[in-house]
């Protein structure tokens, strides 16, 4: 009966000491979903690192370079530049340049890609982005970290390029901080550059007519460079 009776305490003790070990990783699970529901709440999405996934557009009679930050999601879906159907990058260069070959419609993405391109190198405009890979929760360019740069200038010393545009403050504070060091570097001193509003929908204070006039700038620095 003693032995029965220690028996069924050590079993008692190790139910309690199962019991309680379930309790505390349960308590740290919640620990975790409540740490992981505060951040989603305060953040919005989980950091993410993405790569450019895509090369500039440009050639040797290019006469200003655009430069984005990074590209969005639909971007990169897109695999090309204002690739999100509300930016009014697109509307706003068709109106500066007088030439709305950039929206005609299509049903095959791969098409809108090359009639895009061919806007942009019609009327000796580069496109670009500042950054080659960075961690971005979703398209938030405020959440921008440890971004790593292109290097502009390859395509600068065998193009026409004069002037450099960036759309959007952190696109021009990127291009001071990270391009500017690597055309220093070769001997790429004085780029003028201009930062203009952003086109994407997150800018909702910037009408249209407002970007239009914003924007006639890079129509009449290539215009100044031919």
């Known amino acids: 009966e003693i032995r029965l009776s220690l028996v069924g305490s050590e079993m008692c003790i190790r139910d309690r000491q199962s ?3 379930s309790v505390c990783r349960a308590a740290t699970l919640r620990n975790t979903i409540r740490r992981i529901a505060v951040f989603d709440a305060v953040v919005g999405e989980w950091p993410m690192r993405v790569e450019h996934g895509f090369g500039p557009v440009w050639d040797a009679g290019s006469r200003v370079l655009v430069l984005g930050s990074v590209p969005s999601p639909k971007s990169r879906e897109m695999r090309f530049y204002y690739g999100h159907p509300r930016n009014r990058f697109w509307p706003v260069m068709a109106a500066v340049f007088h030439d709305d070959g950039c929206l005609r ?5 791969d098409q809108i890609v090359g009639l895009r391109r061919d ?6 405009m580069a496109l670009w982005d500042v950054i080659e890979s960075c961690d971005i929760d979703g398209a938030s360019d ?12 390859p395509i600068i010393m065998r193009s026409k390029i004069a002037h450099v545009f960036t759309t959007g403050a952190k696109a021009a504070q ?3 901080k990270l391009c500017v060091p690597l055309l220093r570097a070769h001997g790429l001193d004085g780029m003028p550059m201009t930062q203009l509003p952003s086109t994407s929908p997150a800018n909702a204070k910037a009408d249209l007519p407002g970007l239009v006039e914003a924007y006639g700038c890079v129509a009449r620095s290539v215009s100044q460079a031919s």
């Open 174 to 176: 990127l291009y001071r």
């Open 142 to 153: 405020a959440s921008i970290r440890n971004a790593v740069p292109n290097d502009l200038s």
């Open 105 to 109: 419609e299509c049903r095959d993405p």
């Open 119 to 124: 806007f942009a190198l019609r009327h000796h």
């Open 19 to 21: 019991t309680y070990t």
